[in-house]
């Protein structure tokens, strides 16, 4: 059985379809678990496209947990996708722990003041900087992230490759430092399946990637990013044979930040 633990919501401002939408597709799909997992206000960004306001993450709580009782397959969970930027680490901890969240993912999306993961940017952006420099710097970020101790799933771990830009060097250096890093802060790492539907064409982590986790002792779970419920378990079945072939024959789940695992 498996979970879809990356699920947006329309409060996002660049998600569409009602939550209950979602959890139908869900159903369809034999999927055990279904965690929303809206991105969370923002402290470096005022853009209602990219993340809900602060006043609407209590309605967004809210609605998950009427959904929690009234659906019981698949099973409900409430998540949260929170950004990392360094120096708002104690802002960010006093937000969300004011409420009961199942899990929390930590994501980044930004280089500085250069979020390079947004379309409206694409491609100048890119053409514009030193792909091998934004590669070690995202990469130390989420290292960073990793380290704050704020997080309990890494989302989209290689982000960075969603425009079909890659490093032109070897950067397995930076790779096994990252996945040390994890291993130390016993952490989750997400295998998402939206980088299948994006220039690059590849799953979040690559398999690669998802080898080292396996050799590293690295726990994982299961995302769809959604942002339309046609979206839900979108291709789980190549990332279950993925993961299959690095080796991994059970996900993560969580309850109340509680980690359990279950068979993939």
Request: with cysteine; charged share 30%.
């Amino acid at each position: 059985m498996l979970v879809d633990y990356h699920v947006h919501t329309a409060l996002c401002g660049h998600a569409v379809g009602e939550m209950e939408d979602y959890i139908r597709v869900a159903a369809q799909k034999n999927l055990a678990e279904l965690g929303f997992n809206d991105h969370a206000p923002a402290f470096h960004v005022r853009d209602p496209e990219l993340t809900m306001a602060a006043h609407q993450l209590s309605e967004y709580v809210d609605q998950v947990r009427i959904l929690q009782k009234r659906h019981h397959r698949p099973k409900i969970k409430l998540g949260i996708e929170a950004d990392f930027v360094p120096g708002h680490e104690d802002e960010l901890k006093q937000l969300l722990g004011q409420y009961d969240f199942d899990y929390i993912y930590g994501s980044v999306h930004i280089i500085g003041e250069w979020r390079f993961d947004d379309s409206r940017l694409y491609p100048n952006q890119y053409d514009e900087r030193d792909v091998d420099e934004a590669y070690e710097q995202y990469f130390s970020l989420i290292r960073q992230s990793i380290r704050s101790g704020l997080f309990d799933v890494l989302g989209h771990m290689d982000l960075i490759k969603k425009f079909n830009y890659w490093p032109t060097g070897n950067i397995d250096h930076l790779l096994r430092k990252t996945v040390r890093t994890i291993a130390e802060a016993d952490i989750c790492v997400e295998v998402n399946t939206s980088g299948l539907r994006r220039p690059c064409a590849e799953i979040y982590p690559s398999e690669k990637i998802l080898g080292l986790c396996h050799r590293y002792g690295v726990p994982v779970t299961l995302g769809s990013d959604a942002h339309g419920p046609e979206e839900v378990g979108l291709d789980f079945d190549k990332a279950a044979e993925t993961l299959k072939r690095v080796g991994y024959t059970k996900v993560a789940t969580f309850e109340r930040r509680e980690r359990k695992m279950m068979p993939l």
